[in-house]
């Protein structure tokens, strides 16, 4: 596996940098819980860093490396499924793209909205559909999420059908979302370093007690693990790979997020911080794709084929 990043990789993730630093922080006094931006998203598919798998010298890899990049904003962006799954159903698929897997479509749907693509993918096949507002249900008020959200109430009569397996779609699925995680854990310990490192307790900043450190450290390495799973994952193409960083993203997700809102003390259960932005997120991921114990099943099943 090569560690270093090519001249190409650095040069778009120059180039993402660029482009999203007016997105980079928060908007003055906003304490949404879903940021979005239209002007970002339409930014990103003008200058086609979502269509990167697609350039021979760039491929999957680049894909997840946008995709890590992107989770890092504080604004969602509907950009990892785009990037590593749309090229393998039909390029040319409206966004924003909706996967739920047949039979699980009950759940909350990130970025369902009318108009989306909804893919629907099991035994049956991989199915999609322009999504109707009589099929979508607003989120529970009383839920938290900090992706756009809405619930699918049911699936329409006539679907497009692609030709494309299953199963490479859900490989490239679990791809996305631990490119995803990858980033969302990244943003959220720099968030947290950030904030250790300014406040004060007994005369000196938090992040010089020891047992912070050490814990923080930690949480460091297993974030840094993440990434390279997942980079892995999407170099070698292999389900098993993709079933394993996963479920090493899910299970990061639950050690760490643990951590952070442990470190920040009460001002990790307010909005007026933002790292519920990156850990709420985590917790909705931490649920994709039937959540861990469906990724060890495959990592599994993968295995022994």
């Not at 997840?64 to 604004?75: C, D, I, T």
């Not at 859900?170 to 250790?196: D, F, H, I, K, P």
Request: include cysteine.
């Amino acid at each position: 596996m090569q560690l270093a990043l090519s001249e190409d990789q650095t040069q778009v993730l120059d180039f993402i940098d660029s482009l999203a630093r007016p997105y980079a922080t928060l908007p003055m006094h906003d304490v949404s819980l879903a940021l979005e931006s239209a002007e970002l998203d339409a930014a990103l598919v003008e200058n086609g860093f979502l269509d990167v798998m697609a350039v021979e010298e760039l491929g999957p890899v680049t894909a997840a490396l946008v995709a890590e990049k992107l989770a890092r904003l504080p604004f969602a962006v509907e950009a990892a499924a785009s990037a590593l799954v749309r090229p393998l159903i039909d390029p040319e698929l409206p966004r924003p793209l909706c996967l739920v897997e047949e039979g699980r479509t009950g759940g909350p749907v990130r970025f369902l909205r009318p108009g989306a693509t909804v893919v629907v993918v099991g035994p049956s096949g991989v199915r999609s559909f322009a999504a109707d507002a009589r099929l979508i249900a607003p989120a529970q008020e009383d839920t938290l999420y900090a992706y756009p959200v809405a619930m699918l109430t049911g699936l329409p009569d006539a679907m497009t059908v692609h030709e494309v397996a299953p199963a490479e779609v859900l490989r490239a699925w679990r791809v996305a979302v631990a490119a995803e995680a990858a980033g969302l854990l990244g943003a959220a310990l720099a968030s947290t370093v950030t904030y250790v490192s300014e406040r004060k307790q007994f005369g000196r900043p938090l992040a010089t007690f020891q047992g912070m450190r050490h814990r923080l450290a930690e949480d460091q390495v297993i974030t840094n693990s993440v990434y390279w799973l997942a980079l892995r994952a999407a170099g070698t193409g292999d389900a098993g790979d993709a079933a394993m960083a996963l479920l090493h993203a899910q299970e990061a997700a639950k050690r760490v997020c643990y951590d952070y809102h442990q470190f920040l003390g009460g001002m990790g259960m307010t909005l007026e911080h933002p790292l519920h932005l990156w850990t709420y997120r985590l917790k909705l991921l931490t649920a994709e794709l039937g959540g861990r114990g469906e990724q060890g099943l495959a990592a599994a099943e993968a295995l022994w084929e």
